[in-house]
């Protein structure tokens, strides 16, 4: 698969699923074991209000392709977007999405456990 032919909506598709994996790992390795517990912990990080945080954070830690590849996935953002999300933030939510799935698709591991490892610490900070 040819990540440079698909568009911001596929890209932040699979990267919703990265971050997701990613997230629910993270969980389990804090020895969380209770579904209820991880479940509500995991709204916490995956939600397009912390994909929102997250970005807003990290965006001057991006290079040049890595916001060009945010703007494809926010623009691409369908205009139908669920009621009790915030569109902003779903906007968002998409760019940032579509970055993880870029960096996973390019094999670019280290840059994306550097941004992923980055999610989770802003989140866990304003867990507080």
Not at 4 to 11: P, Q, T
Not at 30 to 47: C, D, G, H, P, R
Not at 50 to 62: E, G, P, Q, R, V
Request: proline share 1%.
């Amino acid at each position: 698969m040819d990540y440079k032919l698909l568009n911001g909506a596929d890209l932040a598709y699979l990267g919703d699923a990265v971050y997701e994996l990613y997230v629910r790992e993270y969980l389990l390795n804090k020895n969380i074991t209770k579904t209820k517990e991880l479940n509500k912990l995991a709204i916490n990080f995956v939600s397009a209000k912390a994909h929102a945080l997250i970005f807003n954070s990290i965006k001057d830690f991006l290079n040049e392709d890595e916001m060009a590849i945010y703007l494809r996935g926010r623009n691409k953002a369908p205009s139908n977007h669920r009621k009790n999300v915030n569109r902003s933030d779903y906007l968002i939510s998409s760019g940032f999405e579509a970055i993880i799935g870029y960096l996973y698709l390019s094999k670019n591991t280290s840059r994306l456990n550097e941004i992923l490892d980055k999610s989770i610490s802003i989140v866990e900070n304003n867990l507080c």
